[in-house]
């Protein structure tokens, strides 16, 4: 670290010289950061409970597709691999998770050498992906989220070479890491465009004129072609999905929140480094090649904005414009201890926020450690909140609600077990009772949630007894002539909406659910 503080590289001046050979090693400092990141994300990986969307992924796994209602396949992929490595163990389940932040810290310092950056600027740039809220939360639990920051940081490192060099090679690496991130999120489309408009606007756009380009773009469609396919023969449910979502669901920001939110969410004292890593590639002279980076991140920001995504949509390409700031601030903050401050203050600042996304307090001890610092929980939707964060009451709840559903199913007659069908008003519901139920030998749920949904109906006679969570009683009455409620589940910490959900055995129904099943649906 010492080295690093004290790089002769801050000698150069950026965007001017030459930048750093992609053979120059890498900081050793930014791979130990990215072991020991690593290393708390296992700490700290069971420290709660499994999380909704994992439980959703996992189910997704089990019925592995070329897509999905809300998401394209790969996270699907990744949950089948997990689950069936590491089996019920959330750690095991993280590992992926944790791997990905580990190699967006690498990425993040192999920005900053590629952009011209010494070992400071590495360190830099990798100490700020470690002290991101945004990225702790993010690598934490496995979602399709966690692999953004990978395929974009890897496609914006190969842009970067393409740019630099014209190697055809580094363009179809950026068509790879383009169409893997398209597998991950559809969002990666935004990241797309705002690269075509960097290059576009900026003097870049003469690599337009060489064939790499179109060759990365002819890669990334063909990766993503089998999703495509997939949205065309369902009828396009993602288009369906985020309509009901952006209407219904999701919480939109004005431009001041929404630049307010990356603030927060990134660390409010890493701004000066992505910040001053967006006005250096921006204010670059015109020949410099990488101004096209700068105005790919204004770009997404716009499209981001205007589409109302979530503020999180941003993160992915914040490893780049950090690697950028590192290299700003190397080239003029000269003294060790200035150097020294900064490459401190970044870390311990993250340490005092990591408790908003890591697991790192108990849950009672939570709501006063936010309340010291001034911070209530938001929700990430128009939800009402409890004691704790979304993102941490997602965590709480499903294994004892699992349960009651099994006590209600065993307690059953024995020909009744051998028709009963269980039902999750939501996906969050019918995931935790696939992934608890080969406990207790349940049979596999349903639901009308997003991809449960194109599940379809229960199999054969099934579904001549319900057990239920969630729905509204006079909802089941019109189908079925006895509604009995058994239980209800009970779990403080879990979001509201979650907590005291009625779980009904339900007999003699009036109709078969294979009629019934049109009206369940539900994409949001």
Known sequence: MTDALSSSSSDRTPGLDPPASDATPLAPAVLALAIGL??????????????????????????????????????????????????????????????????????????????????????????????????LGTFHVLSMNCALPVAWGAAALFAIRAVRAGDARAWAAFGVACGVGLEAKHSTLFFGAAIAAGLVVTPARRVLATRGPWIAIAIAALLFAPNLVWEQIHGWPTLEFMANAQAKKMVALGPLAFARAQVENMNPLTFPIWAGGVAWLLAARAAHPFRFLGVAFVALFVIVLLGHGKPYYMAPIFPVVYGAGGVAIEARVRRFVSRAAIAAIVPATGALLAPFALPVLEPATFPGYAAALGAKPSPDEKHKMGPLPQFFADQFGWEAMARKVADAYLHLPPEEQRVAALYGENYGEASAIAFFGPRWGLPYPVSGHNAYFTWGPPEGTRGAVLIAVGPDEDDLRETYEEVEKVGETDEPYAMPFENHQPIFVCRRPKRPLLDVWPSVKLYI
């Open 38 to 135: 690593f290393g708390v994300h296992m700490v700290y990986a069971a420290r709660y409970g499994i999380f909704r969307d994992e439980l959703y992924y996992v189910a997704c796994g089990d019925h592995l597709s070329f897509g999905y209602v809300d998401h394209p396949p790969l996270v699907a992929v990744m949950a089948r691999a997990a689950h069936a490595v590491f089996g019920e163990s959330v750690r095991g389940l993280r590992v992926i998770p944790a791997l990905c932040a580990a190699a967006t810290v690498i990425l993040a310092g192999a920005s900053a050498r590629a952009l011209g950056g010494g070992r400071y600027a590495q360190v830099l740039a990798a100490l700020a992906v470690v002290a991101a809220p945004e990225f």
